[in-house]
């Protein structure tokens, strides 16, 4: 006895699209895995920084690479903090390169601007709070400015690049689209060109062969009673104009296909249609309204068959483009006409945004189907949402010519293709000045804090000359300049004299290569001090 499957053949194998997923899932790992070996390359290989320090940063860095695609802003805080526990200056060659590639990542994958840029801010908030407060050792202004150049250039620059490469993409998306719609397009204008050749084949059958069939039935009634004709001619006459009746009503039947009509409306009324709108939790209210002067009988098929469609498609859009919106149909019925207005109040910010797929083709078509109904249509936006509107004649009415777009109106289409341009020229724009301001800005600080430590670093002359050897540093420190001689040992100056415990430089005046005050210092009080003649300085 064998065991029978009880899963049909192919139910246990996976389709196309779970196939598709399955290796976009491993290629994103195998991305994510690229990416963390990227950035746990230095840890290693260089030794600039504790080693506890880069036994730590390998499972954070797995962590900054898991979160990129769910987190992006909160993975690029990872090796930024990582690189300030490092040095107060951020810039280090362990933690710089996953920062670069973090930031880059941060500005692909998110839209969020005002975030990222306010991230940045607060990195060098943080690190400025840390030079003044000098919390860390050897933490100064100057770190700071190494913090901030490094925030530009390896935070900042690679965002804008991301956010640059991002909008490359929706260009290309936006091109895509483009190119669908005017496919779509196309499609409708050789769409639209059978309907007038249609229509204009009906209306040459009406002209020419009712004319002549109609003719022919009145040709046929008249020798059906002319005297002198006997019964067997009379009933010649008589289905010769049957037979012409019979040919004018077929031929109008031919005429309605050609013009797309049709003579039995649809099984739904509009009350039906709202009906069945409304109880699928849709805002819907109908509305009804006849004239004195309009007639009892209902109205043509052709028209009743042109209302049901009008406020099915309308509704369908608000629904698809306004989800949450309060939909009102209005049925105006006129002694010759009958107007249809349906509008919505917008989508309702607590329902769901994200606007349905569509063609772009359902109002042209409404558009034409009126039209070729005798009637006109509009569609157009109202301060709080959209508005369709019909005006449908029940009697025949000469087929109106098709209106002819606009040549200066741009589609739908190529305004948003040139938003994404736009866009993109912004993004190039952004990554050029953006660093470049900010690059100027720094300048500007640095050059401004080197003005103010250069002053601050001037040991008055008279101040020096009142200065005494022997005596304590406790009385000489507090008489000295806020700043040394730019914090550090100036070159060429001669080697200090034997047994200092450290000896201080001073500036005699704030630019010019004028001589250097030395002051050395022993066991707590000043043992040398002496005027140093240098042509050249450098830091």
Known sequence: MTAQNPLPAGLGRPGPLGRLGRRLRRRETLADLALWAFMSYPLPTLHEV?????????????????????????????????????????FTSTFTPALAALSFLLGRRTQDVRRSLAAAGLLCAVGLVLALALTLPGADLWNWFTLVTTVLFAAVLPWLLGRFRRQQYELQGAGWEL?????????????????????????????SLGHDLSLLAVRAAALQVAPG????ARASAAELRQ???????RLRQIIGLLRQETTATTAETVP??????????????????????????????LVAHAVHRVVQEAVTNAAKHAPGAA???????????????????GPNPAADRTPGPGSGTGLISLDERVRLAGGTFRAR??????????????????????????DTAPSRSREHLARARRRVRRGIANAIWIPAAATAVLAVLMY????????????????????????????????????EFDDGRPDGAPPDPPGVDRCRFYRTATFDNSPLYRLCFTDGRLTHKALLPMEERGR
């Open 50 to 90: 504790p080693l506890w320090l880069r036994a730590v940063a390998v499972p954070l860095l797995a962590l900054a690479t898991w979160l990129s695609r769910r987190a992006p802003l909160a993975a690029t805080a990872i090796p930024a903090a990582l690189g300030l526990a490092a040095t107060p200056e951020l």
């Open 179 to 207: 190119a669908a719609r005017m496919e779509r397009e196309q499609q409708l204008v050789a769409e639209r060109a059978r309907l007038r050749e249609r229509s204009r084949i009906a209306g040459d059958m009406h002209d």
């Open 229 to 232: 004709m006997d019964d067997a």
């Open 243 to 249: 037979a012409a009746a019979d040919a004018t009503e």
């Open 272 to 301: 039906d249609l709202v009906a069945r709108t409304a109880a699928s939790g849709v805002r819907i209210t109908l509305h009804q309204h006849d004239a004195d002067d309009a007639p009892t009988a209902p109205p043509p098929p």
């Open 327 to 345: 939909i009102t149909v209005e049925l105006n019925r006129h002694r010759d006409a009958m107007d249809v207005t349906v509008r919505d109040t």
């Open 381 to 406: 936006k109202t301060d709080d949402g959209f508005e369709v509107t019909a005006h449908l004649p029940f009697a025949a009415a000469p087929l109106p010519a098709a209106p002819a777009p606009p």
């Open 448 to 483: 401004g804090f080197q003005l103010y430590t250069s002053h601050r670093s001037v040991l008055p002359e008279r101040t020096y000359e009142q200065l005494r050897t022997d005596a304590p540093a406790t009385d000489v420190l507090p008489r000295l300049p806020a700043y």
